[in-house]
């Protein structure tokens, strides 16, 4: 890595616990992302003292970003359209694809799997989920806000738990709230 700034990004991520098994069904208690590092661009993905996952922008402007599961890492790439693919860390044919719709939302497009949808689901712009094409509630993201630091809850309807794509869906959603919190000044 070229920049300081990915420096320590690698730092961090080195520095991480090693990750536990996403297995959404085993999951308990209150999963969280968390930017254990001030002004740093790296996070993670926890719950009862465990980490699932870790984030971490690749990019100057968090164009590019590396998601890393215990099964497995993959590329989350924004698009100059305001879309999202996601892909393999290897390469190939995107996984998983966001078209973005006004104010924000938008839809997601998982292979062969249905198209969902990505919405706010508040007054406020600090509640974003993921639903069904019925509209029916499957993931929520309650932001949290500290200085300098992003965060966010992360909430399961049961139909959720049995989808075999979860945990790109979590990661998926949280580019979407780190890029919608910073706003459009980048």
Do not use: D, K
């Given at each position: 890595m070229n920049t300081l700034e990915g420096r320590?990004?690698?730092?961090d991520v080195t520095d991480a616990p090693a990750l536990s098994p996403f297995v959404a069904a085993?999951?308990?208690g209150e999963l969280v992302w968390?930017?254990?590092r001030v002004m740093r661009r790296v996070w993670r993905l926890e719950s009862g003292g465990?980490?699932?996952?870790t984030l971490v922008e690749r990019s100057a402007f968090g164009h590019r970003s590396t998601?890393?599961?215990a099964d497995g890492s993959w590329t989350l790439k924004r698009l100059w359209t305001g879309g999202i693919h996601i892909t393999s860390e290897s390469g190939g044919e995107p996984v998983m694809r966001f078209h973005r719709r006004w104010a924000g939302g938008g839809r997601i497009e998982r292979g062969s799997l249905d198209e969902l949808s990505w919405v706010r689901t508040g007054?406020?712009?600090n509640r974003w989920g993921i639903r069904t094409s019925d509209q029916l509630p499957l993931v929520r993201f309650r932001i949290r806000r500290e200085w300098f630091r992003n965060g966010a809850n992360v909430e399961f309807e049961d139909a959720a738990l049995r989808l075999p794509d979860l945990q790109l869906l979590v990661a998926l959603g949280w580019f979407l709230v780190l890029h919608r919190t910073r706003g459009h000044g980048h």
């Open positions: 320590h990004a690698q730092r085993s999951l308990r968390t930017q254990p465990r980490t699932y996952a998601i890393r599961f007054f406020a712009a």
